[in-house]
Every structure is written in C-alpha cells, then in structure tokens.
C-alpha cells in the first residue's frame, strides 16, 4: 500500500512539473493580472476623438474604470447596453463595455470580438494581456508557466493560465500573438496546479 502511494506522489510531481519555461522568458509584471489596469495601455487601430471604458453600473460617476482625454466642447449621455464584454454575473457592475466617440458620433464596442476590433495591431504587452483575456486566458503570477512572455517584432509569446471546475484546475498554455492581425493560437501545456477543495483560491 505505502508503495502504491509512493509511486503516485512521484506521478503526480512529474505531471504537474512537465512544463519548463524557457530563459529567453520574461514575467509579466504582477500588476498587468488585473483587468482594469490594462486598459490605459490600449492604442486604438483607428483613430478616436473620445473614448472610455465602463462597467453596466447605473451611476455615471461610479461607472467609468478609464477614459481618455476628452474634448472641452463634447458631451456624450448614452443609454446603457444590455450586454457587454468579460461578463461576471447578473445586475450592475457586471460587464465591462467601451464607448467612443468618431466623427461626432457614439460608437460601442461590447463584445469580446469588437474589443479585440477596437485594440487592432498588438502594440504592447498589456495588449496582448488583453486579447489574450478576451479567449478566456488569464496571467497567474504564482508561477512561471503562467506568467511569463517574449516580445518579437511579428509575435508576442504567452505562457498563461486558464481555469476550470471545483475544486479548481489551472492549466497552462502557450499562446502566439500576431501582432499585425491580433490572430491567437494556443498550445495547452497540461495541469500545474490543483485545488484540494472548493474554497481553496490561493495557490501555494
């Protein structure tokens, strides 16, 4: 019995160390694992006289997360949409959606797919954090094989997180990012951390 128990401890350590990070990696500064600090870094593909990033919160004051800088002479009153992206729950605060202003008139981008639209070419790294949240990924900075990146002039490469079930199960991927296209592929590099129970959040 202690053998059989031995040997699963082995197993289970090989399994959940299969995956090495290259030296040329880098890792992700902590702060870009939080959504709403990557969205200052966002160089839109077109060109915008306005735009902000809001939560569905029905207080104008406490809906806005960022904006950029606003014209004098413009004022925009927009009525809320009924569907945003990153959806969390149901109510208020509960989505996340972008607002522009082109050409004098109000243009919403409240989907995944028009989010990575609005972002266009990959500029920087807390875009690619981004685009990479939009197909459900994640920066986990408790361990390298989810939180580390190389920047190349075609490609931005992550190794990054996704999450599922309860207990939960992290499992890391490798993603390629076009920089031109934003096109993303994803290589699943298998299990790195597991829950032992369902109020467990923190990894060790």
């Known amino acids: 019995m202690r053998m059989i128990v031995f040997a699963s401890l082995i197993l289970s ?14 890792k992700i500064p902590d702060i870009l694992d939080t959504t709403e600090y990557l969205y200052p870094f966002i160089v839109p ?3 915008y ?17 960022y904006e950029s800088q606003m014209p004098d002479f413009m004022t925009i009153n927009e009525p809320l949409p009924e569907k945003g992206f990153f959806q969390q729950c149901i109510g208020i605060r509960c989505f996340s959606y972008i607002l522009a202003c082109k050409k004098e008139r109000s243009v919403y981008f409240s989907s995944e797919k028009q989010l990575r639209d609005f972002i266009g070419t990959v500029d920087n790294l807390p875009e690619a954090v981004l685009l990479a ?6 920066v986990d900075t408790s361990n390298k094989v989810s939180s580390s990146y190389k920047m190349e002039d075609r490609h931005i490469y ?17 993603i390629k990012i076009n920089r031109k296209t934003g096109k993303l592929e994803s290589k699943n590099n298998g299990i790195y951390f597991k829950a032992e129970n369902c109020n467990q959040t923190v990894s060790p």
């Open 49 to 65: 006289g306005y735009w902000r990033v809001l939560t569905n919160d029905t207080d104008p004051e406490k809906a806005v997360i």
């Open 13 to 26: 350590n090989l399994f959940f160390a299969q995956t090495t990070v290259p030296d040329d990696y880098r």
């Open 158 to 174: 992550l190794y990054v997180s996704k999450s599922k079930g309860c207990p939960e199960i992290r499992e890391s991927y490798l």
């Open 45 to 47: 593909d077109k060109d």
């Open 133 to 138: 949240q939009t197909y459900g990924f994640s």
